[in-house]
């Protein structure tokens, strides 16, 4: 870096010269604050991992055990997956999900209403124009 603005100072370029001295730093501190964030959210996905998952043996029943007894080829019922897919499958229709808690109390919807241009309406009325 020092040898190239070295240079673009011999060919007169000042201006290049100290922007190089700039920028370089400067992307070298964001690769480092993007590193950090990424590094922030993978640790939060581990304390958010489950401790324990629900096997589903040969014959259909289900059990749960610690995710450190899991074996490979053990048929495993996720639910944290299903929500996430959820979610995704919601995000490519152009429907935003709060979080995981909103699809889990889609399951106790019973009833959805919708006006005449299908927005969804909360039932309580009030005077827009008078």
């Given at each position: 870096?020092?040898?190239?603005?070295?240079?673009?100072?011999?060919?007169?370029?000042?201006?290049?010269?100290?922007?190089?001295?700039?920028?370089?730093?400067?992307?070298?501190a964001m690769?480092?604050?993007?590193?950090?964030?990424?590094?922030?959210?993978?640790?939060?996905?581990?304390?958010?991992?489950?401790?324990?998952?629900?096997?589903?043996?040969?014959?259909?029943?289900?059990?749960?055990?610690?995710?450190?007894?899991?074996?490979n080829g053990?048929?495993?019922?996720?639910?944290p997956s299903?929500?996430?897919?959820?979610?995704?499958?919601?995000?490519?229709?152009?429907?935003?999900?709060?979080?995981?808690?909103?699809?889990?109390?889609?399951?106790?919807?019973?009833?959805?209403?919708?006006?005449?241009?299908?927005?969804?309406?909360?039932?309580?009325?009030?005077?827009?124009?008078?």
């Open positions: 870096m020092l040898a190239v603005a070295l240079g673009a100072s011999v060919f007169g370029a000042w201006g290049e010269g100290a922007l190089l001295l700039f920028l370089f730093p400067v992307s070298g690769e480092h604050f993007a590193l950090y964030r990424t590094l922030r959210e993978i640790d939060s996905l581990f304390k958010a991992a489950p401790k324990e998952a629900t096997i589903i043996d040969d014959d259909g029943s289900e059990q749960r055990l610690s995710v450190t007894q899991i074996k053990q048929l495993l019922l996720s639910i299903a929500i996430l897919a959820a979610i995704a499958w919601g995000a490519k229709n152009g429907i935003l999900f709060r979080g995981g808690a909103a699809v889990e109390k889609l399951a106790q919807v019973d009833l959805i209403a919708l006006d005449k241009t299908g927005r969804l309406t909360t039932g309580n009325l009030h005077v827009q124009k008078i």
